[in-house]
C-alpha cells in the first residue's frame, strides 16, 4: 500500500478528518486485516480488540523480548488489556516495531524490564502516538493503569523509562509497518493451519507472499513434475517393450511352423480332408506322383472310390429286313429313369471289341 496517495493533500479532506474510514487506502487496510489477521468478515464489528490468533502471536513475541520470569505475561492479561483498553490491531503492530528496535538498540532494557509491563507501555505509546491528537482522542495514564491494574505513579515510570530506553525515536516508516504486518500475517497462517490440519485460500495466499514459502512451494512443484515426467517415460518405454517382444514372439513362431510363412492352410470342396492346398489345387499326373505327395505331406491316402455300377445294354433293334441296325442303335438316345447316362466324351468307356461283340451276338 502505498502511503504518498493515502496522506496525498491535494485530495485528503481534513473537514473530515475525525471520519477517517472514508478513505479509500484505510477501507482496504481494515479489509486485510479482517480477513487475515482473524478478525472476521463482519463490517460492523469494529476493531478495538485483538483477535485470538493476534493475543497469541503478541503474548509468544514478548515473552521471548523479555525473559524476565517476574510477572510473565499471560493471554487471559493480555486478552483483559487489550479490552479494557480497546487496542487497535495497528496500535499492536506499531507496539512490536518499537520492541524490535529496543531488541537492536538497548537490549538491556528488555532484560530488566517484565513481559507484562512491557505489553502494557509498549501498546500505550503506540496508541498516544498513533490517536492522541489532544483534543477528542486523548489517551490517559489513568486508564491505562486500571486497564493493567496499576496505579499511574507506577504507569508514569514505566512510560519514562520506556521512551528513554527507545531514545524518543517513535516515528516508523510505511515499510517498516508493513514488514511487521506480513510477518504477523505469515506466522498467524502458520500457526492456525498447522492447528486446523489444514489452510484455508487465504493462509495459502499469505504464505505465497512470503519467499521462502514461495521458493519452498516452487521446488515441490518441481520435484513433482519432475517425477511425473520420470513416470511417464517409464510407461511409455513398457508399453514399446511389450509390443516389441510380441512382434519378436509372432515372428519365432511362424518361422517353427512347417511349411510357407506364415500361410493359413485350410480346406475346399474338390479335395480330400489332409492335403494341403498345394496337392489340392494340382492333383498329381500319375499314382506314383500322388502316392509321393501323399507320403511328402504326412496325410493318409484317402480310400478308393467305390466301382461305377455299368448299366445293362439296351435290346438293339433290328430293320424291316431283319438285320440289326447297328448305326440307329449307336445313335444317342435318351436315358432310361432309372438308367446311368451315356459316358460322355473324355471319360472312359465301354471297349470298342466288347460293344461289337454284343451287338453282333444279339
Not at 505469515?186 to 519467499?211: H, M, N, P
Request: glycine share 4%; proline share 9%.
Amino acid at each position: 500500500m502505498d502511503f504518498e496517495e493515502l496522506f496525498d493533500e491535494r485530495t485528503f479532506p481534513f473537514s473530515d478528518f475525525q471520519e477517517f474510514t472514508f478513505i479509500p487506502g484505510h477501507q482496504k487496510l481494515s479489509e486485510r486485516v479482517r480477513k487475515r489477521l482473524y478478525y472476521g468478515l463482519d463490517k460492523d464489528c469494529t476493531l478495538d480488540a485483538l483477535s485470538c490468533p493476534v493475543t497469541d502471536i503478541a503474548v509468544e513475541l514478548l515473552q521471548k523480548s523479555a525473559p524476565s520470569p517476574i510477572r510473565k505475561l499471560q493471554k487471559k492479561y493480555a486478552a483483559h488489556v487489550a479490552r479494557e483498553a480497546c487496542i487497535s490491531p495497528c496500535a499492536m503492530m506499531l507496539a512490536l516495531v518499537y520492541i524490535e528496535r529496543l531488541r537492536h538498540r538497548n537490549p538491556e532494557y528488555l532484560q530488566q524490564i517484565s513481559s507484562s509491563d512491557l505489553f502494557l507501555i509498549s501498546m500505550m505509546v503506540a496508541s498516544k502516538y498513533l490517536y492522541d491528537e489532544g483534543e477528542e482522542e486523548e489517551v490517559f495514564n489513568d486508564e491505562w493503569g486500571a486497564a493493567g491494574k496499576l496505579d499511574v505513579q507506577t504507569v508514569n515510570t514505566l512510560e519514562m523509562n520506556f521512551l528513554k530506553a527507545i531514545d524518543w525515536s517513535l516515528f516508523t516508516e510505511p515499510s517498516e509497518f508493513f514488514d511487521i504486518l506480513s510477518q504477523l500475517e505469515t506466522s498467524i497462517a502458520e500457526k492456525e493451519g498447522l492447528k486446523r490440519g489444514w489452510f484455508t485460500y487465504t493462509d495459502l495466499c499469505v504464505l505465497l507472499e512470503q519467499s521462502a514459502w514461495r521458493h519452498t512451494f516452487t521446488a515441490i512443484y518441481l520435484h513433482f513434475t519432475k517425477l511425473a515426467c520420470m513416470l511417464g517415460l517409464v510407461y511409455l518405454t513398457s508399453v514399446a517393450g511389450l509390443i516389441a517382444s510380441s512382434a519378436v514372439l509372432h515372428q519365432l513362431s511362424c518361422a517353427g511352423a512347417p511349411g510357407p510363412v506364415c500361410t493359413v492352410s485350410f480346406q475346399t470342396s474338390a479335395g480330400p480332408p489332409g492335403l494341403l492346398p498345394d496337392a489340392v489345387a494340382r492333383p498329381p499326373t500319375s499314382a506314383a506322383a500322388f502316392w509321393e505327395t501323399t507320403a511328402r505331406s504326412g496325410a493318409r491316402a484317402p480310400p478308393p472310390p467305390p466301382p461305377r455300377p455299368i448299366a445293362p445294354l439296351p435290346r438293339p433293334r433290328r430293320c424291316a429286313s431283319g438285320a440289326p441296325c447297328s448305326r440307329r442303335w449307336l445313335a444317342p438316345t435318351r436315358s432310361r429313369p432309372g438308367t446311368a447316362p451315356p459316358p460322355r466324351s473324355g471319360r472312359p468307356g465301354l471297349p470298342a471289341p466288347l460293344l461289337f461283340h454284343a451287338v453282333w451276338s444279339s
